[in-house]
């Protein structure tokens, strides 16, 4: 293997701010602790959470790196102590609390993943952010069955094409808001059975008449704020809801009334400040029960725009315009 560099082009947030706050910077190459291994990075996904972060407004949980970014793909190039599922050469994909939007990248041997069979790095790199999130919460947390409705928000997210296709693969029917006609048209390509343009329609009405006046048993919601009382009025009977994010505010005022009479779970969740063991095990069930459809074919990152890593403030700015659809990623090279 070749000798690494000391030093490395990284994306600096010195203070925070607008897109235009992320700089590139040359920050030290980092050393793999025990159980840690380094990987020379191909692609790095941008996620709402990076955006949180530039902002001010989430910070890095503590031993994480400054470097926004949480996930990667690449080569592995250096093993820390006691590092036993990877050698030097493999390429990966990785889960990482921070540091991804470099040229260089520690991750936690655990959170790791193989790049699927007939995947590109890029596409590679835009999976693990959103895989573990809709894998632990529409699946280990919610317990979508085969059978079941399921209703995601912001259908044309990062989140939003994985979970259509997930819960499709899977057997649930689909129900899903956009932002536009072209949007919906795009999440139904994906999958959805019902894909409602939330700018001119009403999702509470169009999702009690096509269930039949049944509502939904899963709703998977990054909105909040206004969003809660209308998932509560279409949840089915004992339905289960997973609050993932508040893009509209945490904070709202709210008649509790129907999540009693309804028996409804509603849950929350994060990811990135979860122990190492647990995203070890997500990462696990994603390799036994999601990989094998992403090889055959059956389930794909959608990729929306890719910039150089230099550029991740256009990177930013193309998804605070929520004109995307799909992941928008960086290249490193």
């Known amino acids: 293997m070749t000798e690494l560099p000391a030093t490395m082009t990284a994306i600096g947030l010195p203070v925070p701010g607008g897109p235009e706050a992320l700089v590139p910077e040359q920050r030290p190459v980092p050393v793999p602790g025990a159980g840690e291994i380094l ?29 926004p970014g949480l996930e990667i793909s690449g080569e592995v190039v250096a093993l820390g102590e006691g590092v036993t599922r990877w050698k030097l050469g493999d390429k990966v994909c990785a889960l990482v609390s921070g540091g991804g939007y470099a040229q260089y990248c520690l991750a936690d ?20 952010e959103t895989f573990f999130t809709v894998w632990t919460n529409v699946f280990d947390l919610a317990g979508l069955k085969a059978g079941e409705r399921f209703l995601v928000h912001g259908g044309t997210s990062g989140i939003g094409t994985t979970a259509i296709q997930l819960a499709k693969a899977f057997g649930a029917t689909v129900y899903t808001t956009a932002g536009s006609a072209e949007k919906c048209a795009v999440c139904r390509e994906l999958g959805a059975d019902v894909a409602i ?14 269930a039949g006046g049944k509502g939904v048993n ?21 339905a289960r809801l997973v609050q993932i994010a508040f893009m509209e505010g945490s904070k709202v005022q709210i008649d509790f009334m129907r999540l009693m009479l309804k028996r409804l779970s509603h849950m929350g969740s ?18 036994e029960k999601v990989w094998p459809l992403i090889e055959d074919g059956k389930v794909k990152p959608v990729l929306d725009q890719t910039f150089p890593l230099e550029k991740a403030s256009e990177a930013h700015a193309r998804m605070e315009t929520s004109a995307h659809i799909g992941k928008i990623m960086l290249t490193v090279g």
Not at 218 to 238: F, K, W
Request: charged share 25%; hydrophobic share 45%.
């Open 270 to 287: 994060t990811l990135r400040s979860r122990p190492k063991a647990e995203k070890a095990a997500i990462a696990a069930s994603l390799v």
């Open 39 to 67: 990987v020379k990075v191909a692609a790095a996904g941008v996620n709402r959470p990076d955006v949180m972060q530039r902002k001010g407004l989430y910070p890095p949980p503590p031993g994480a790196p400054d470097i």
């Open 197 to 210: 343009d939330y700018k001119n329609e009403d999702f509470v009405a169009v999702v009690k008449e096509k």
């Open 218 to 238: 899963v709703i998977l919601d990054m909105v909040g704020g206004s969003y809660i009382a209308r998932n509560y009025e279409v949840a089915a009977p004992q």
């Open 109 to 128: 041997e655990g959170s790791a993943l193989p790049v699927p069979a007939g995947l590109s790095m890029v596409e590679a790199a835009a999976l693990p």
